[in-house]
C-alpha cells in the first residue's frame, strides 16, 4: 500500500494562496493541493488595481499573468501546478475536530465537504464600511478587487470633467487620486485627521505631499468628516456632506482602510490577535496546530517595537506563502515581522516610509532624535539630480534607526531600501556612515543621502550639531518669541524666496566670521540656509566663537513647511 | 599664555583633505589648518570629469561648487572654513622628527617650511603609463585631473567623425566611451583581458555590457594588448598598433588603471602596504602615530576577504577625510575598510558590482553557489518595467552573501545598495528573503527581484533548486556531450529566439506534466526558458517524477551569452 498523500486545503486564492499551492507543489510533489476561492478570478496583483484605472495597464488580464505573459487562470493552475482550484466556492465552515471544511458553490448552490490533514487561511482583508447614509448609492465605489476596479474603470471614462470624491487620504485614496486626474476629473480628498497619509508620514513630511496633491488641482479637505452621501432620485451619488462642507460628486470612492477576514476563523474558535487580524506565530500557524494563516487576514510583529500590527500588504503575502509552505512540508522556516513599510508615487513626487514615525517612536516612549536632510539624489553637477528630503528617527541609546520618512521627485526608493536592510539588521548609524554604497554621479552624491544623513544624526548624537525643527521653531514664532533667524545664504537666495518673519537676519556665510560683531551673543541664534548645511557651518562657527544657545534649523528652508515669500 | 593651538597641515586639495579640513575646523574651531595642493584647481569631483567630457556638464567650474553653487576656491577656504590653503604648492620632504614639511611653490620658486602637530597626507594617485613608444605623442590623454579633461574636451571638439581609441576596458574607459560617441566619434577600446571590466564583473556578466557597446557601435577589442602608438611628423597621434592588428586613431585615451602616489610618503619612511598603496590601520592612521593618511594613495581592508585591496574611489576619500578629522580632534572613530563596490552607466545600462566575484571567491578559497536572476525591475504589469540580470556569490557555510553583480536596463542600482548593506551586516540570505521592502508597482514587483534571487539561493543551498550554469553548459556542448536541453517555453516564444543546438527539444511547462513519456530517464536533462522560472518549475516537475538527472540552466534564455536563433 502506498503512502497516504498529504491533503492540503487552502482558503482563498489571491496572492498568499497560490503562492503557498505552488511551493508545496514543488517541495512536495505528491500533495493534494486544493485552493478554494470565493470569486471567479484568482492570483492577481491586487496592488496593481490603480494603475489599472489610470491606463497605465490596460487590460485587467494583465494583472493575471505570470512574467511570461500566461493567464494563472484554473486551467493554469491544474496543468502546471497539478493544483486543483475550486472558484466561486465560498466555505462556510471548518470542522477542527473532524479537520474539514464544509462549502458551497455561489452558482449552482452545490454543497461541497473536503477534509484536509493542513488547512491555509489566505481569506484576506475587506475594504472598510463606513456607517454613513448613502453608502450604497450608484457611484459609490471600494477597490479592492478586479471586479471594484472594472465597475470604476467604466464609470471614469464617461466622467470628464466631472467631479470625484475620494473619502481618506491614505495609501490607497492617494494612489487612485492621480488616475482620475488623468481621467480629467476634478478630484477632492476627504480626510478626517489634520494630513494626508497619517499612519505613515509626520506632518512636516506629510506636507510636502500635500503640496504636490495641490500643484495638480486636487482639493484636498483635512480635518473633515463625511457624514452624508447625498443621491438624486436615480439613486445616482450627487454630494457628499461632511462636517464643514458639501461637495458636488459624481463618482465616490471610499477609501478609508481595510480589515481582515476573520469570520470563518472566529467561528472555527481559532484566536485572534489584538488589532483584530488572525494572530499567527513565527512559523505563520495560527493557535490551531494544523491551521497555518497568512496574507491580508494575519497580524505581524513589528520588527522595530516588537508589538502586533495589521499592515496588508501584498509583498508580504507573498513572503508568507513561501514560509507556511515551507513548514507544512517539514522545512522549519521563519517569518520574524514587518517594519510597516509603504511607498507609493503622488503625481512627479516619490514617499516612503519604513519603521516607526516620530510620533510612534515617542508613544513607544524612546529617546530620539530626528534628521532632516534634503538634497540632490545625485552628483549635484549632474543635469538630472532630483531633491529627495529624509527624515532619520534614532535611537539615542542604542545609535540604531528607528525608522525613517524620505520624499521628493528624486530616487526615494533606494534609500528607503538601504534604511529597511540596516534596521532589520540592527545597524549603528556609524555603521551606516561608512557603508561603501555605489558611487558615480548619474546614481548618487560621492556622500550618498543616507551616508549624509547618518553623518547629521552622528553629529545631533554627540552633540556637535545642535538643531530646532521646523514645528518646534513655528511654536516659538505663534509664541512670539524673541531669537534671531540667521539666514547664510547668498543675497540672491535670500531675493528669491525666503521665510517671512521679522526675525530674520541675513548675513551670508563667507562674511559671518568677520561679522560676529553684529550678533547679540545673549540672544538664541536659529541658523539656516537652503538645506542647512551651511546652516550647520554657521552653528559651528557661531559655537566656535563662544555663543552658546545656537541651534540649526532642521532642512533649511527647503524643508521650511510654512510661508515662505517668494519673488 | 594661552594654550597652544594645533596645527595640522594636509597634504592634497582634491577630496579627502578638503573634506578633513573642514571637519576638523567644525570640531577645532581653533586649529590652525593648512591645506597644501601642488595643483591650482582643488576640491573638485574627479568622478565627474566623463560627464564634463559628454556635455553633460557644461562647465568644468560646476565640477568645483558646493551644491548651493558657490566654488571652492582658496578664498572660499579662508573665508567660509577659516582654512589657509597653499595651491600650486609641491611638497617636496617629510622631516618626521622635527615634525615639519618642506614644500616649493611652484610659480615663484619659493621654498617654504612648515612645521605640524598632525599631517595629513590625501596625496591621490595617478593614471599608469604604460611603457611603450609614442606615449608623448600630441593627443595621447589621461584623464585624472580637470586640466587633463578640459584638453581633451578642446580636442573633441573638433573630432566629429573622426577615430578615438581607448586603452583599457576598466570603469574609466567604459565611461568615457560614451562620451566620445556622443561627440560622433568612432570609438575603439582595446583590452588586454578576455572581457571588459574584467576586474568588476564574471564574465556571463561582462558579456551584457559587451553587447550594449557594440550595439552604441563601440568596437572592442580583447585578448590584445598595445605595442606602439604611431605618430605622424608633426607629432600628431595617428594610430595604436597591436599585438593583432592597427587602429587609425586621432584620439587616443589611456585607461589601464590609477597608482597611488607614495613617493613622499616611501622617502618619509612610512609603511607602505601589499598593495603598494599607504598602509593606514582603522584609525586611517600610518605606521607614524602624527601622521594619518587617506583617499586615492592608501588601501582599504576587503570587508569579505579581510585582505588590504587598493580601491580607489571618491565616495570613499570623502569618508576618509571624516574618520581622519574626528581621530585628529580626538574623537576616536575608525573606518573599517571596503566592497570594492563599482556603479556605471554605459548608455541605456546600468551595471554595478560589490564584494568577491566568482573568481575571486573561488581564489580565496570559499565554498560558494552562484544565483543568476534575470527580472523586470518594477511590477511586470507595470509599462515601465526593465529587466535586470542579478548575478548573487553565496557562501555555503554561513549562508552569507560574498558579492553580487548587476546589469541591465533597469533599477541596478537599488538593488546593489541592499547588498552592500547586507553584506555590511553579515545578513543571512534567509533573513534577506524575508526583507519588508518597499513594494508598489511602479517601483518593484512584488517579490523584490532581490528578494526573489535570495530565495533562489535558498533553493540551491537546500538541494531543491539544482542548476547550472550557462559557462558550464557551453563546455558541455563544446565536449560533445549527450544531454537533454529542455526548452518549457511556449510555441511562440520558440519562434522568437531560441537556444540554436541540436540537443533543444521544446514542451511547454503546461503539457510536461502529460509528457513525461517523451523523456529519456537515463539522461541528462537541463530545462529552461526565458528566466528559468518555469525552467526550475520544470525541473522540480521531473524529480518530483523520479527523474534523477536534471538541472536548470541559470538565468534561462536571458542569460544565455552564447550565439541564439532569432527570428
Known amino acids: ?106 452558482l449552482s448552490g452545490k454543497a461541497i465537504d473536503i477534509e484536509y490533514d493542513k488547512l491555509v487561511l489566505t481569506v484576506g ?59 480629467g476629473m476634478n478630484v477632492t480628498i476627504i480626510e478626517k485627521l489634520d494630513r494626508v497619509l497619517p499612519a505613515l508620514l509626520d506632518p512636516e513630511m506629510a506636507y510636502h505631499v500635500h503640496n504636490e496633491l495641490q500643484a ?78 497568512g496574507g491580508d487576514c494575519v497580524e505581524n510583529i513589528h520588527l522595530v517595537s516588537g508589538k502586533p500590527i495589521y499592515a496588508p500588504m501584498g509583498s508580504t503575502a507573498n513572503k508568507h506563502g513561501r514560509v507556511i509552505a515551507n513548514n507544512i512540508c517539514g522545512k522549519e ?16 513626487m516619490n514617499v516612503a516610509r519604513t519603521g516607526l514615525s516620530e510620533q510612534q517612536a515617542r508613544d513607544e516612549g524612546y529617546d530620539f532624535i530626528t534628521v532632516l536632510n534634503p538634497s540632490p539624489d545625485k552628483a549635484h553637477f549632474y543635469p538630472d539630480a532630483k531633491l529627495i528630503i529624509i527624515k532619520l528617527i534614532v535611537d539615542k541609546k542604542s545609535r540604531t534607526l528607528l525608522g525613517a520618512q524620505i520624499v521628493g521627485p528624486g530616487d526615494v526608493a533606494k534609500r528607503i531600501e538601504v534604511v529597511i536592510t540596516s534596521i532589520t539588521n540592527g545597524a549603528m548609524i556609524d555603521n551606516i556612515a561608512n557603508y561603501d554604497l555605489a558611487y558615480a554621479p548619474p546614481f548618487s552624491p560621492a556622500m550618498d543621502n543616507i551616508i549624509h544623513a547618518a553623518n547629521i544624526a552622528q553629529n545631533k548624537l554627540d552633540g556637535i550639531g545642535k538643531s530646532i525643527s521646523p514645528v518646534e521653531v513655528k511654536k516659538k514664532m505663534d509664541n512670539n518669541e524673541d531669537f534671531i533667524l540667521l539666514d547664510v545664504r547668498s543675497p540672491q537666495e535670500y531675493e528669491e524666496i525666503r521665510i517671512d518673519d521679522t526675525r530674520v537676519k541675513l548675513i551670508p556665510l563667507g562674511k559671518l566670521r568677520e561679522s560676529l560683531h553684529q550678533l547679540d551673543k545673549s540672544k538664541e541664534i536659529i541658523t539656516f540656509c537652503k538645506i542647512s548645511l551651511r546652516g550647520y557651518e554657521a552653528q559651528r562657527i557661531l559655537a566656535g566663537a563662544g555663543f552658546r544657545n545656537v541651534k540649526f534649523l532642521d532642512g533649511g528652508i527647503v524643508c521650511w513647511p510654512y510661508k515662505k515669500l517668494v519673488k
Open 125 to 183: 482583508g475587506t475594504p472598510f464600511i463606513p456607517p454613513i447614509k448613502g453608502i450604497d448609492l450608484k457611484g459609490v465605489n471600494f477597490l479592492s478587487t478586479i471586479d471594484d476596479a472594472r465597475k470604476i474603470h467604466d464609470e471614469e471614462k464617461n466622467l470628464k470633467g466631472k467631479n470625484a470624491v475620494i473619502i481618506g487620504g491614505g495609501l490607497i485614496g492617494i494612489e487612485v487620486c492621480e488616475s482620475f486626474v488623468k481621467q
Open 216 to 293: 495638480n488641482n486636487v482639493t484636498v479637505l483635512l480635518n473633515d468628516a463625511v457624514v452624508e452621501i447625498k443621491g438624486d432620485d436615480q439613486g445616482n451619488v450627487k454630494s457628499v456632506k461632511t462636517n464643514k462642507t458639501e461637495v458636488p460628486s459624481d463618482l465616490v470612492l471610499i477609501a478609508i482602510g481595510t480589515k481582515p477576514n476573520i469570520t470563518l476563523a472566529k467561528q472555527a474558535g481559532i484566536t485572534i490577535g489584538t488589532t483584530g487580524a488572525i494572530a499567527v506565530n513565527e512559523f505563520l500557524c495560527t493557535s490551531d496546530p494544523d491551521i497555518y494563516a
Open 1 to 106: 500500500m502506498s503512502e497516504k498523500k498529504l491533503k492540503v486545503v487552502i482558503v482563498g486564492g489571491v496572492a498568499c494562496g497560490p503562492k503557498t499551492a505552488s511551493r508545496i507543489k514543488r517541495l512536495l510533489p505528491d500533495a493534494e493541493v486544493t485552493i478554494i476561492e470565493k470569486g471567479e478570478l484568482l492570483s492577481y496583483a491586487g496592488c496593481g488595481l490603480p494603475f489599472y484605472l489610470s491606463g497605465e495597464v490596460h487590460d485587467y488580464k494583465e494583472l493575471m499573468c505570470t512574467p511570461a505573459g500566461v493567464v494563472r487562470d484554473t486551467h493554469f493552475f491544474k496543468m502546471v501546478k497539478d493544483v486543483t482550484v475550486l472558484n466561486q466556492t465560498l466555505v462556510e465552515s471548518i470542522d477542527r475536530n473532524k479537520k474539514a471544511i464544509k462549502a458551497v458553490n455561489t
Open 333 to 348: 522556516s521563519m517569518f520574524k515581522g514587518v517594519l510597516g513599510t509603504a511607498i507609493c508615487k503622488v503625481f512627479t
